[in-house]
């Protein structure tokens, strides 16, 4: 299983990266084709990453996309999926598995200008996340844990076969934009990578929106995971202060995620 970074910044796109934009890949049966081969999983697909991922992969091999919360900043680029999927390249091809919380289509709708007769239904096939109720992608299985945001959202656990020995099973976890909290933290328990936001620094006193560095190194360290990836820092923060915050609070392996960024799993 390989994580690619496509975007990262926090709350909007930025100089150095779009915004969030995370390509999970796991090789696997395909019955159709009847050969293994590689499945591709989106996790949200914030403004300027549809663009990115082209450098990366072609839209056309996606299997699914999902989306961790509603908020523009991680799910504006459904967009430029959409317009490729009805009229580009991607035209005639069969209906996307698409995956957000309840009310997803309408969030959709919303950002696309349109009304309740469009269905989005030649382009999209829309499944609903429920926490610990697993969405099956080839070999990958996505399950979501509740986040404590300003909106209704997800942290995904992602498990799927590793890349050196794929009868090994290895698992990832992405936080999803979330402050720390014990469904986050019992999803993310004993995934080989933590994929954490860290929206806020610990100058911030505000709760139940976003990780601090030092809140995501908890999270981390009570999670006991493999590794800690730091995104979704704002482009105005030192990424070097979120890191020292972390450090206070988790000894493992950390770093920050950056555009173009792969992690083998």
Known sequence: MRLRVVGCTGSMSGPAAAASCYLVQGRGWDPACGAVRTWNVVMDMGPGSFGQLW????????????????HADHIGDVISL???????????SDPLVMAGPEGLLDRVRQIDGAGEEETYEGEFSVHTLRAGVALRVGPLTLT?????HSVPGFGIRVEGPSEQDPER????????DTDECET??????DVDLLLS????????????????????GRTATEARVGRLVLTHIQPWTDP?????????????????ASAGAQYVI
């Open 240 to 256: 070097e202060d979120v890191l020292a915050e972390a450090r206070a609070t988790w000894s493992g392996p950390l770093g920050v």
């Open 144 to 148: 979501p844990s509740a986040a404590w």
């Open 82 to 92: 959409h317009v490729h999927r009805r009229w580009g390249p991607a035209r005639g």
């Open 55 to 70: 450098n990366h992969l072609d839209p056309r091999d996606l299997d699914a996309v999902v989306f961790s919360h509603g």
């Open 184 to 189: 986050i933290t019992a999803g993310a328990s």
């Open 197 to 216: 936001e860290a929206g806020f620094t610990g100058s911030e006193g505000v709760r139940g929106i976003h990780m601090t560095g030092g809140r995501a």
């Open 169 to 176: 099973g290895v698992s990832l976890f992405y936080t999803g």
